[in-house]
């Protein structure tokens, strides 16, 4: 037995690992994920992912991975941006667009779009494999429409541009939130319709979407809410209107409001999950008083006019039918024909 050549070996799988090990540390420190065009590290990254200790989180080249713990404690924005960061940083000239962008620019959105996946601009439709982890949109000339995000270090479509491939890529209820912050954020129409004329994109997605923006949107559910009422046909209602409590004089901004055929009004509450569980959103106070207090909101809705108060909550619009068994309930208008 060749012992030297063993304790060689050994010393050169101790130096890999530390060299794996060094670099994961470092890519989670910087926001990344950890990849290596060395072959040896390579395979030692492939070794500790079939442990459980690594993740593969995305399987194109570079194969990126993340260790399983830090990567299962990410929420899904956190995760495509480590996915990002990492390409952008292995591909210097790549623009971004899709959800990397619309992440970065803080345009709100639903998680459940987050599939592991980013979006790159190139200029022509080539020859690419398709690859479900590496989406293209095209643009004439990325090079000289991108932006350099400063937060992020990455090449990034401008907003518009952003927008316009999200309308493509999602369905029109999804796609909403991205317009509603966006156009709150100060992306106007004419932006939008600028940048139809430089991307090769049908543009009758961004169009409808254009028809329905709304700057008035408070968040992602409320617009995802809003999104599903006009797929679902039901007449579009007024946002976050000023409502006064003419007992106690407290003042209120109802969702969304409706006033019927017979002069009567409707108000519909959205009502995010996260203001039951998210310390942030209750001021660590206890769900009871939480509830309380929307019931005493909903008191003084009542005394201000609203003859009913329709309450929904983000899975009552993804399912659609209890939002939409809801809505005709309390006796909202709906279309016949789409």
């Known amino acids: 037995m060749d012992f030297h050549g063993s304790r060689i070996g050994y010393g050169r799988t101790m130096r890999t690992h530390r ?22 590290e390579q395979a ?23 260790e399983t713990m830090y990567w299962n404690g990410l929420m899904p924005p956190e995760r495509t941006m480590h996915i990002a960061r990492t390409l952008g940083q ?13 992440v970065a620019y803080g345009f709100e959105h639903q998680w459940c779009l987050h599939d592991g996946s980013v979006t790159i601009a190139t200029s022509d439709h080539g020859t690419y494999r398709p690859n479900r982890h590496l989406k293209r949109v095209y643009v004439s000339k990325p090079a000289t429409t991108r932006i350099e995000h400063e937060e992020t270090g990455l090449f990034l479509l401008p907003p518009a ?7 493509g890529s999602h369905e029109f209820r999804f796609a909403l939130p991205f317009f509603d912050s966006a156009f709150a954020k100060g992306t106007t129409a004419e932006d939008v319709l600028d940048a139809t004329g430089r ?45 006064k409590d003419p007992q106690t004089g407290a003042e209120y901004r109802a969702d969304f409001v409706w006033t019927l055929a017979d002069g ?13 569980i998210d310390p942030d959103m209750t001021d660590n106070r206890s769900i009871h008083e939480i509830v309380a207090n929307e019931r005493r ?22 399912r659609r039918t209890p939002l939409t068994m809801k809505l005709l309930k309390a006796g909202i208008p709906r279309r016949d024909v789409p």
Not at 57 to 65: E, F, K, Q, R, T
Not at 233 to 243: D, I, K, M, N
Request: hydrophobic share 40%; aromatic share 8%.
């Open 161 to 167: 541009m952003t927008l316009l491939d999200c309308a």
């Open 19 to 40: 060299t794996v090990t060094k670099l994961m540390t470092d890519a989670q420190r910087a926001g990344r994920c950890a990849y290596s065009r060395d072959a040896a």
């Open 90 to 102: 292995a591909h210097r000239t790549w623009v971004f667009g899709g959800l990397v962008a619309a």
């Open 297 to 318: 909101r909903d008191e003084g809705l009542r005394r201000a006019g609203a003859r009913e108060i329709v309450h929904f909550n983000y899975d009552d619009v993804i």
């Open 44 to 66: 030692a990254l492939r070794r500790r992912a079939k442990t459980g200790d690594f993740t593969r989180v995305y399987p194109g080249i570079p194969s990126l991975y993340a």
């Open 264 to 276: 009567t009004t409707v108000v519909g509450e959205y009502d995010g999950t996260r203001k039951y």
């Open 199 to 243: 991307m090769h994109a049908d543009p009758r997605a961004a169009l409808r979407l254009l028809r329905h923006v709304n700057a008035k949107s408070e968040n992602g559910g409320e617009s995802l809410a809003r999104g599903t009422m006009i797929e679902e046909r039901f007449s579009t209602p007024r946002l976050q209107v000023p409502v």
